[in-house]
């Protein structure tokens, strides 16, 4: 009977143990547990309720702004770049011998025609040898023309008569050579038109070929340029050109006169020719010359200010101010754009001709924001 008592008392003591501090740490963990899940949802409900709280308030503020409605026009694109006026008769006239400069007959600005003499060589010498043998032709001259009246009178021998017209005939060619040696020392205008720069001075030696005066003719001017490749298949001949000459005072719309197929490899660039045309005055070789060459056009274009196109990412889009009931609100509208110029930018999609769109106070606004409007 003791052992029976002993065994109930044990077993009461084993699970009093058994449901001690261990079983109550498990349960304290599972109450834990539920109450971290239940904050997190009321900490999002939470935040969802703020945020909703504050679209609403954004909403319900009004924001002043400014709005213009856009209409079809005609939208223009340009690139602008610049190059020099050239000469197509621009010549760097050289001497064909070398000599000391004795004279020179021309000013720089001075107008000159074709066939002028601008500057001679000293030919001193050459002169003492066409003299010299000058003299010596005259002298085979006269005992040719002995012999040949001998011969024809059948005195003589004929050696004699060879001879004196062989040595006549050689001198004549060797005073020809030398007439054309002199003739060498002089330098002639080319062409006519107007002294640019002399290069050479009096009494200063001049090389062969070397560049001596520069004769321009400014009949026939015309504006080259280098474009990069890219625009190679932009730009065609014909296309409209605004031409600004900034030191002549100068603005003259043209056309594209021709357009290279050819790219330089060193600089990745094709040349681009305008002519200039004939009555243009105050134009002159190497002036500076500003191209504003229109490469796209489109008469019915929709447009709109560029600065006030937001984009993110890809995504690009502006803000539509629309009149309902209530008034006016706003319209987030993803656009897509083309080209932009001078301060617009074309719309390709996303606007109708007629809406109004946000041009100003269009940094803070949101979609289906209440608006206080005026138009620009």
Same mark, same amino acid.
């Given at each position: 009977m003791k052992k029976s008592k002993y065994a109930v008392l044990l077993g009461i003591f084993l699970i009093f143990t058994a449901c001690g501090p261990k079983g109550e740490q498990a349960k304290l963990s599972k109450l834990e547990s539920k109450r971290d899940m239940l904050t997190e949802k009321i900490?999002?409900?939470?935040?969802? %309720?703020? #945020? *909703?709280?504050?679209?609403? =308030?954004r909403i319900e503020k009004v924001m002043n702004v400014k709005i213009a409605q856009i209409e079809k026009n005609e939208f223009r694109h340009f690139i602008q770049v610049q190059g020099n006026v050239e000469s197509d008769n621009n010549i760097l006239v050289a001497p064909q011998s070398p000599?000391?400069?004795?004279?020179?007959?021309?000013? &720089?600005?001075?107008?000159?025609?074709?066939?002028q003499l601008l500057a001679e060589l000293d030919r001193s010498i050459l002169e003492s040898s066409i003299t010299e043998l000058e003299g010596g032709l005259e002298l085979a001259k006269t005992i040719f023309e002995r012999q040949q009246r001998l011969w024809n009178k059948n005195i003589g021998s004929e %050696?004699?008569?060879?001879?004196?017209?062989?040595?006549? *005939?050689?001198?004549?060619?060797? #005073?020809?050579?030398?007439?054309?040696?002199?003739?060498? &020392?002089?330098?002639?205008?080319?062409?006519?038109?107007?002294?640019?720069?002399v290069l050479i001075k009096e009494g200063e030696m001049a090389a062969a070929g070397m560049g001596a005066i520069r004769v321009v003719q400014l009949s026939n001017l015309k504006i080259k340029v280098d474009l990069s490749e890219v625009y190679i298949a932009k730009v065609k001949k014909q296309d409209p050109v605004r031409v600004s000459i900034p030191v002549a005072g100068k603005e003259i719309d043209l056309k594209i006169d021709a357009v290279s197929q050819v790219i330089d490899p060193k600089d990745r660039t094709f040349q681009v020719e305008i002519k200039i045309p004939r009555g243009e005055t105050g134009i002159k070789p190497n002036m500076l010359a500003?191209?504003?060459?229109?490469?796209?056009?489109? =008469?019915?274009? #929709?447009?709109?200010?560029?600065?006030?196109?937001? *984009?993110?990412?890809?995504?690009?889009?502006?803000?539509?101010?629309?009149?309902?009931?209530?008034?006016? %609100?706003?319209?987030?509208?993803?656009? &897509?754009?083309?080209?932009?110029?001078?301060?617009?930018?074309?719309?390709?999609?996303g606007l109708q001709d007629g809406e109004y769109v946000v041009t100003f106070g269009y940094q803070n606004l949101a979609d289906g924001q209440k608006l206080a409007v005026s138009d620009e």
């Open positions: 900490d999002a409900l939470k935040q969802k %309720i703020a #945020l *909703e709280n504050k679209s609403a =308030s000599g000391i400069v004795k004279k020179i007959y021309v000013t &720089t600005g001075e107008a000159v025609k074709k066939g %050696i004699q008569y060879l001879q004196a017209k062989n040595n006549k *005939e050689s001198l004549e060619r060797k #005073l020809a050579t030398l007439q054309e040696q002199a003739e060498l &020392t002089r330098i002639y205008a080319p062409l006519s038109g107007t002294i640019d720069q500003v191209l504003k060459i229109n490469d796209y056009s489109n =008469s019915e274009a #929709l447009t709109v200010p560029v600065n006030i196109i937001h *984009e993110t990412g890809k995504e690009k889009f502006l803000f539509v101010a629309s009149l309902t009931n209530g008034g006016w %609100i706003t319209e987030k509208r993803i656009v &897509t754009t083309g080209k932009n110029y001078s301060g617009r930018v074309e719309i390709l999609s």
